[in-house]
């Protein structure tokens, strides 16, 4: 089966990003979801794709070839992602950051001897084999797991799933990353067990602690951010509304010997209120919220909450107090994201110094004309006077 798609659609794949929309398909026959050839209206072969005829993104670029797409293929793609992770001393790293690795829909994350992927797209479902294959003879891990319970295969009419897929991969299992130890839930976690992406912001804040001061970690999660102020602080505070994700996280610090963080289950939006009314103050503050804006008509509504919670931590800095501060909202980009900062400096009425801007970790490869692939924003401020 040939697809064909319009001038618009093979227009996007010549400016360098994978996708083409619904939209922009000419001729899809026989609508089974797979690996197909696409042309252009004329004929001209523009590429193989990954095809889902239930999904807005229809076709997902994989090759501007004419090769097969098979077995052989997946393993020579994924063993070049994965030796561009080269030098990276954590023992949980992504290994196939999907577009931002020229596979598509693939996410495929290394902790320790173990592999937990997922399958994102109906196009790449149909190479689920091949792609297993692959994922032994790279790295022939001990068990591989596949995580298809996100959100994004509804819109594939795919089901969701957690499946072993061979071997034998424990429920929870210990990660290392600059001498911090934690537990990642492989089988029910969060992504696919724990939030890799943030592992060099992490490292960063720590670097940057006030040394005897006191710190903040709001939506803690399982502590992660926690553990690094920690090993510089006099005491932090670790704050979620999650029992059973703050339980974790004492059970992290336990597992690093460490004492001095407080674990609070609560409304950071409530417990911000409360600080400022108090008149409480940090000397490093950690932001890291879930998504706020699922989709483009909850942007504003998003920003509005960005603003609330930045606008409150900093009222509540210590002088020459650091915050760090983040947004994994794709729909809420870079620049709306520092105008939302900007506009929550004035509010406060401090001087707030910028210090640095981030993104994801490295294993999380950022595509300039692919702007999907740059989800996670990072600021690092402090409090001037």
């Known amino acids: 089966m040939t697809v064909k798609v319009t001038a618009r659609g093979a227009e996007r794949w010549k400016q360098g990003h994978p996708w083409i929309y619904r939209s922009d398909v000419a001729e899809e026959p026989e609508k089974q979801p797979g690996i197909v050839p696409v042309t252009d209206r004329k004929g001209k072969f523009l590429g193989k794709a990954l095809y889902s005829p ?29 030796g561009r992770r080269a030098g990276i001393t954590a023992s949980a790293w992504r290994a196939v950051h999907a577009e931002g690795d020229g596979m598509p829909s693939l996410v495929i994350d290394k902790y320790g001897t173990y592999v937990v992927a997922q399958l994102l797209s109906a196009g790449l479902e149909t190479a689920r084999a091949d792609v297993l294959a692959a994922i032994r003879e790279v790295f022939g891990p001990a068990g591989v797991l596949l995580r298809n319970d996100a959100a994004v295969r509804r819109h594939e009419g795919l089901p969701s799933e957690v499946v072993l897929a061979s071997g034998q991969v424990p429920e929870v299992v210990e990660v290392t990353e600059n001498g911090i130890r934690y537990l990642a839930a492989l089988w029910s976690g969060q992504k696919t067990g724990a939030f890799l992406d943030q592992r060099e912001n992490r490292h960063l804040v720590g670097q940057h602690t006030s040394p005897g001061g006191r710190a903040l970690d709001l939506f803690t999660y399982h502590g992660s951010f926690a553990l690094y102020l920690a090993r510089t602080a006099k005491g932090v505070l670790a704050v979620d509304q999650s029992t059973e994700a703050l339980e974790r996280g004492a059970e992290n610090a336990r597992l690093n010997a460490i004492a001095n963080i407080e674990w609070r289950e609560r409304n950071a939006f409530d417990l911000l209120r409360d600080l400022e009314r108090r008149r409480e103050h940090f000397d490093t503050i950690v932001l890291d919220p879930p998504a706020f804006a699922k989709t483009k008509a909850n942007r504003e509504r998003a920003i509005a909450g960005y603003k609330e919670v930045n606008l409150r931590a ?22 709306i994201f520092n105008a939302m900062l900007a506009d929550a400096a004035r509010d406060s009425g401090r001087r707030i110094q910028f210090l640095a801007a981030t993104g994801a970790a490295s294993d999380h490869p950022e595509l300039l004309n692919v702007p999907e692939t740059a989800y996670l924003k990072g600021v690092l401020l402090r409090a001037v006077g």
Request: proline share 4%; glycine share 2%.
């Open 54 to 82: 239930s999904s807005e993104i229809r076709l997902r670029l994989l090759t501007r070839a004419d090769e097969p797409v098979d077995a052989t293929w997946w393993t020579a793609r994924i063993r070049d992602a994965a």
């Open 314 to 335: 900093m009222k509540i800095l210590a002088p020459n107090g650091v915050l760090f501060t983040s947004s994994c909202s794709y729909h809420v980009s870079r620049d």
